[in-house]
């Protein structure tokens, strides 16, 4: 590490030339091949989620199968071209905390009433079907 | 005395090589001493702001009947007509009051101030990460305070709904919106201010400056800084959901068929008022250790200075510290027990907050077990730091009725709960704060506070914020309910217990007189204070050893420090002083 | 006058890191919990409702697979622009980071459109909770695509001159601006099915 942090120290304060830091010219080339692989898993993928709202299927396996494929999505997003494939300790320890606490903030809500009083019909909150709005 | 010449000869050069204007060199400066300064004195006036807010409001609730006396006639008609409080007004103050000392004092202070200051010196670094960026977020923090301040002489007045702003009360109250921008202004200040921190303490430490070998001061601040960067933006996003409730109508906290004085109100419903609780509270319960972890590095570092010992336990503290801010985020709900929460909710937040008391338990054992054998040295700051100890220990001793579900339907909303937590921040950070203040002035200022003075503030200082504090718990557990204009006196239950709404008025403003001691010494000894040199207390830590006093203006070392040791190695066997300096190689 | 920082462009040896990378990392944590905020309300308020409309009954499905493949190509680019530097062109980091500001005005355009149909039945926020958090969340995703845009358009205009002193710099800019975008993008990925498909 440090003998590159000399060379780039170097070709930093004169005229612009090839970065000898964590990736070296030709390791890019190699990226670029992934990075348009990604790009189609990326296209296909948003094609097969709009594919499968078609399908009918109950609301939570929906949830779910919608969920996967985000998932799949924005982890070929995060590993490739955000580079966490690879990166230091540091980083993916700081997302994982954050992902936990993600995790406690969709979640932890939702188990209010798991057991416990609940609304009684009809005077609990609603949303005004959009179907049933009547115009101003 | 070598430190000194260096610091002469340094500045003269940089004196002649370039020529800063005023502007930059005190407003807009980027320089991380200059910024821990600008937030330390606003972050004092707004402190003296929220006190005098305070002030009013015990007066009210001892003489609920009578006009306020000599300034009655300041406030509007709206506010106080013939200088009698009105119950809005009452309101107001109390919103005001705790959010003013939340989030545009003790914060500022101990973070945007103290870590500003300090953390850079005793990592051994020339400034922080992003001296640009430090700059922005006290830019942000100023006007976000103004506005704050200003709202009370906007039509309609201030905030009303308390520091916690509850919908459907919040959204339909006035004085909420400019609340609101606000806080959105203070949080961005914070998250910008954490982010710089993080990066400073990890990629800015001098050589040799392990992770194991850092102040305990750097560790509350880092831990601190977590908090505030991952908890702050779902009040961030809360605040933007108020906004829209208020201003574009929509139903976020809003339930359906809400009727207000007979009226039903035009919203189209479906909202949740619990939401808001919740998207609060995420952020509010970790804030509550954003105001004492640092409190805790402080205290940690007068102990271990004025004991000349080192600290007790120096992993234990680390790995506590760490622990209660993971835990912190995964306690909140027990602001909520009385929402109507099941049974197995409730166990589960009863149950993390039981365990978070065992770190903090553990942290507070170790500053006492620190003053075991110790050759203790009664200064002003070491008395502000050991009277810390056993009043933080009432205020989490008190906390513990609270967390478990069942006592808390009994204390939720009453006194109790505030006597609970200003027994932690009041003579428990900003006690911290004095500590910190009358240890540092001499490294900011080159010259130490006057002694007397220190202790004609201390002692009745501690006694009159225990006459505040503690008649509070014996009220909340007679039953009598927090934020009441008239101090409880239309209740009859509370006839017994009134007559320590005297005692605590009285005891409030013997409180303020003896702060004025303090404000004295505080400009006096600018310039009249005993000169000192670069180490006055003979401590270990960087700040000391390596930079004078002040430290040089750019840069703050003559020379970059290197660090061999653990940061408190006071009265090594053999040594021929009673401390090592971090940086002193053999 | 600033102080000389260290680690502004190269990394230090025992953490790997440059300061604006670890920085624009905790920031971006900070942002998965400004986002994953507004994703537990729209959870919250709906599992509540008695009736919550489906996505598709009420927003445009088709022109929305459109703009999230408009978004994923700017992804693309972007890191492509990042990677041309790295390779020393500098023609083809302009041509790159070109196109993800195009794609960037496209996806606003696209979104102004969406809005602008909403507006014109009059489908405001205030209609229901189901809008309500639609805009918010769109909304919010909307203003951080342009600020992105802001930023993108300055390392590619004025900003690009720091490419002839301090080249190693100006890539480091270009990667903590890319891990920004990319950001944007993480977050529509699942704006899209959530609010549009379920």
């Known amino acids: 590490m440090s003998t ?56 939570g396996p929906a949830v779910a199968l919608a969920l996967l494929i985000a998932t799949v999505k924005a982890s070929l997003v995060a590993l490739f071209f955000m580079h966490l494939k690879g990166e230091v300790r540091s980083v993916v320890w700081t997302l994982l905390l954050t992902a936990v606490f993600f995790v406690a903030l969709m979640t932890i809500p939702l188990s209010w009433y798991f057991d416990g009083p609940k609304h009684p019909e009809g005077t609990g909150p609603t949303a005004r079907s959009l179907t049933t709005h009547e115009a101003h | 005395m070598e430190l000194e010449k260096k610091d002469a000869h340094v500045a003269h050069g940089h004196a002649e090589a370039h020529h800063e204007s005023f502007w930059r060199r005190y407003v807009f400066s980027q320089d991380h001493k200059v910024i821990g300064l600008q937030y330390a004195l606003t972050a004092l006036v707004f402190l003296l702001t929220g006190f005098s807010l305070m002030l ?37 103050l109390g919103a005001m009051h705790g959010t003013i000392m939340v989030f545009m004092a003790i914060v500022p202070l101990v973070v945007g101030a103290f870590g500003n200051y300090v953390v850079p010196l005793q990592i051994g670094a020339p400034d922080m990460a992003f001296p640009k960026l430090n700059m922005v977020s006290y830019w942000c ?22 520091w916690t702003s509850y919908p459907p009360l919040s959204v339909l109250e006035a004085g909420q919106t400019a609340w609101l921008f606000a806080m959105v202004l203070l949080i961005t200040s914070s998250l910008l201010g954490s982010v710089n921190f993080i990066v400073t303490i990890v990629q800015l430490r001098a050589r040799g400056l392990t992770f194991m070998r850092l102040p305990f001061f750097v560790w509350s601040q880092l831990v601190t800084s977590f908090l505030l960067l991952l908890a702050f933006p779902p009040l961030e996003a809360a605040a933007v959901l108020q906004l829209m409730d208020r201003l574009a109508g929509t139903s976020f906290f809003m339930p359906e068929g809400l009727v207000v004085s007979g009226q039903i109100q035009d919203y189209s419903g479906g ?21 004492i972890l640092p409190a805790l590095g402080m205290v940690a570092e007068v102990i271990a200075n004025n004991t000349r010992k080192p600290l007790w336990g120096y992993r234990a503290l680390v790995y506590s510290v760490c622990f209660v801010g993971f835990m912190s985020f995964i306690v909140w709900a027990h602001h909520m027990f009385l929402t109507g929460m099941g049974t197995v909710i409730s166990a589960f937040f009863q149950t993390t907050t039981m365990i978070i008391s065992i770190p903090s338990v553990i942290i507070v054992t ?96 501690l006694l009159a914020m225990n006459g505040i504090f503690f008649p509070m718990l014996i009220q909340g557990l007679g039953g009598m309910s927090r934020r009441l204009y008239d ?11 009134l007559v320590w709404n005297k005692v605590m008025t009285m005891s409030a403003f013997t409180l303020a007189a003896f702060q004025l001691v303090f404000i004295f010494n505080f400009f006096w000894s ?61 | 006058m600033s102080v000389a920082i260290p680690y502004t462009t190269d990394p230090r040896p025992d953490t790997g890191l440059y300061n604006a990378k670890l920085g624009v990392w905790l920031f971006l944590a900070s942002e998965v919990m400004l986002f994953g905020a507004l994703f537990s309300s729209y959870i919250l308020l709906r599992t509540s409702a008695p009736e919550w409309p489906a996505g598709s009954e009420i927003l445009d499905v088709p022109v929305a697979f459109v703009n999230t493949l408009v978004l994923i190509a700017s992804s693309v680019t972007m890191v492509m622009s990042w990677a041309s530097l790295k390779m020393n062109d500098f023609g083809k980091y ?68 720091m490419w002839k002193t301090e080249p190693d710099r100006f890539a480091n800019r270009i990667e903590v601006a890319g891990l920004y975008w990319h950001f944007v993008d993480l977050v529509w990925i699942f704006l899209f099915p959530v609010l549009y498909l379920l």
């Open chain 1, 4 to 59: 590159q942090s000399a060379h780039s120290e170097a070709a930093g304060h004169g005229s612009p030339g090839p970065s000898a830091q964590a990736h070296g010219a030709h390791d890019v080339r190699a990226h670029v091949k992934v990075y348009m692989m990604v790009f189609g898993a990326l296209a296909v993928l948003t094609v097969v989620t709009v594919a499968a709202s078609y399908l009918d299927i109950p609301m």
């Open chain 2, 141 to 162: 923090f100023l006007p976000g305070g103004l506005l704050m301040l200003a709202s009370f002489f906007l039509p309609g007045g201030a905030a009303r709904s308390g």
């Open chain 2, 56 to 92: 009013l409001m015990r007066w009210q609730m001892a003489f609920p009947d009578d006009a306020m006396p000599l300034i009655g006639g300041l406030f509007s008609e709206a506010a106080a007509p013939g200088g009698r409080m009105m119950p809005e007004f009452f309101n107001q």
């Open chain 3, 94 to 161: 302009r041509l790159y980071m070109g196109l993800t500001i195009l794609c960037a005005f496209g996806f606003l355009g696209i979104k102004a459109y969406e809005y602008g149909t909403k507006f014109s039945h009059h489908l405001y926020p205030a209609e229901s909770t189901f809008l309500g958090i639609y805009f918010v969340l769109t909304g919010l995703h909307g203003l951080h695509v342009i600020g992105g845009l802001i930023v993108n358009s300055y390392l590619w205009g004025p900003g690009a001159k």
């Open chain 2, 366 to 461: 170790c500053l006492l077990l620190s003053l075991w054998g110790a050759s203790l040295r009664f200064n002003t700051p070491m008395l502000f730091a050991l009277a810390f100890l056993p009043m933080f220990g009432i205020g989490g001793l008190t906390g513990l009725p609270l967390g478990l579900a069942a006592s808390d339907i009994h204390l939720h909303d009453t006194q109790y709960v505030i006597g609970h937590f200003h027994y932690v921040v009041a003579p428990g950070t900003i006690f911290a704060i004095f500590a910190g203040i009358y240890y540092w002035y001499p490294k900011v200022t080159g010259r130490r506070m006057n002694e007397t003075l220190g202790k004609i503030h201390f002692w009745p200082s």
């Open chain 2, 487 to 497: 101090g409880g006196k239309t209740y009859e239950f509370a006839a017994d217990i």
């Open chain 2, 271 to 291: 909202g949740s008022p619990l939401l808001w609780q919740h998207l609060f509270w995420f952020l509010a319960h970790p804030e509550v250790y954003v105001l």
């Open chain 2, 526 to 586: 600018i310039k009249k204070g005993k000169k000192v040199g670069a180490n006055p207390w003979n401590a270990t830590t960087l700040e000391w050893t390596d930079a004078p006093s002040p430290p040089i203006a750019h840069g703050n070392f003559p020379k970059p420090p290197q660090v061999f040791r653990t940061a408190y190695e006071y009265s090594v066997p053999g040594q021929p002083q009673d401390f090592k300096p971090q940086s002193q190689e053999a």
